[in-house]
């Protein structure tokens, strides 16, 4: 890959194209998209933008979504006061055909889009949802025998009447939550399976640089064998997993193409070991949200460096609520920079930058209007110009246990510490104290040469900044006081005046 560190930003692609239309007041497909975003992205930092949600749907699949159940259209209600027909599309996950519909540009609009994002220095994410099919797809009626089905009726599945006659198909399912019932299971014990979803996935690997894989335990062997035990297999189990075969096909052609892997379940560090670049790092997620200050310490000193280098950390997603409505502006600025000063992908979603509150439902192609947060977006617009002058997610990183400052102060706990280096002896330090009171701690510096010369250390998110001695430095590291959500970038740079 080439970027070890990158920074990721997610836009639903039909609310984005349509919010475009209005501001502008004429159409607007990817084959159109105005060059001050891409220079907007650009000027931020992105290496890569996921756009979510691209791949064509169908009638039955959003018809599903419109006579939903009560709570269901509720909640458009809540979030989108005064909705009509139109402004529910389906969801993007009950895929029909991966291609793209007209109405976003097709698939010239697609590669049009990508060459534009390629020339402003940024690469495409696409979604690859493995688990399942929208009930319009055709393989429905072609290839029935590609479906988890059952011989009669029962709970979680729907009758379809194929070309080899009326069949008993499953909903799609995580075995936790009820069947989506706009989607129909694939049979992943089928080797002929297998096959046809690798066959998706390279197909859309040569239109991208990158896919987001969705829910992708759920094809683990011994998971899917589980999830699906009452339903008849009609092969023998299978050999090596889905996702081990078919990420060696994409990368034998494309050694950079990059996998990114939506887990849960603990599951990670084995899906890491199968070829993921990436997973979501949900525990650093909800112990962030849970203001669980001294569990997220731990969690992140308990993962090897490789672990948390492919870790993709983030504050939300279109699945979670909006960061600015659980997280106070301090909390959230906190929380901000630890997620974009770690080793590993950074994650940013659409609305976050500008403090949205409101989490729409995926179905929904028109999101609500919402004012934006001048401090929230001032705060992201600081550290994401400014990150990219020192060497966060460019150099090496490393993360750093604090000491307690003195006996019987457990407030060390709090912090969160990175240390980054690309050319020595220069290096950058990220500190952030989580907690809701001010901590102290020492940071134990690592870079060489540390002893050998005064420090002038510069705080880029503020005015400040400090002269340090090298040799106390070494011996004790740098004495860190912070107030309640203190986040700090320290820049360190030796014999530099006053």
Known sequence: MTHPHPLLYEINARCWLRGLAQERGCAVTLASVPADQFDRWRRLGFTHLWLMGVW????????????????????????????????VAGSPFAIADYRVPDSLGGEAGLAEFRNALHAHGLKLVLDFVPNHLGLDHRWL????????????????????????????????????????????????????????????LLSIARRCDGARCDMVMLLLNDVFSRSWAQFPAAAPAPGP?????????????????????????????????????????????????????????????????????????????HDEPRVASLLSPAEHGAAALLILGLPGMR?????????????????????????????IQALYDRLLTTLPTTAVARGQGQLLAPRAAWPDNPTFQSFVLVQWQTHPPDFDLVAVNLAPHPSQCYAPLTPPGLAESQWRVDDLLSAQHYLRDGQDLRQRGLYLDLPAHGACLFHAQPGRGS
């Not at 064509?56 to 009509?84: E, I, K, N, S």
């Open 56 to 87: 064509a749907g169908g009638p039955c699949a959003r018809q599903r979504a419109l006579a939903g159940a009560h709570h269901q259209r509720r909640l458009y209600d809540q979030v989108l006061p005064g909705w009509r027909d139109e402004d």
């Open 141 to 200: 009626n072609e290839r029935p025998d590609l479906f988890v089905q059952s011989p009669q009726p029962c709970q979680g599945t729907f009758r379809r009447q194929t070309r080899f006659g009326p069949r008993w198909l499953a909903h799609g399912r995580d075995p936790f939550f009820p069947p989506w019932s706009d989607t129909v299971q694939l049979d992943y014990r089928r080797p002929e399976t297998r096959s046809a979803m690798t066959d998706v």
């Open 241 to 317: 997993e889905f996702w081990t075969d078919a990420i060696t096909a994409v990368k034998q052609t494309l050694p950079d193409f990059l996998f990114l892997a939506e887990a849960y379940w603990g599951l990670e560090p084995r899906l890491q070991d199968l070829g993921f670049d990436y997973t979501y790092d949900k525990v650093l997620y909800d112990k962030l949200i849970a203001r669980a200050a001294s569990g997220t310490q731990r969690h992140l000193l308990g993962l090897s460096p490789e672990r948390l280098a492919a870790g993709a950390h983030f504050l939300e997603n």
């Open 347 to 375: 994650f940013l979603h659409q609305g976050q930058l500008s403090g949205a509150r409101i989490q729409a439902p995926v179905q929904l192609a028109r999101w609500p209007g919402e004012p934006v947060d001048a401090q």
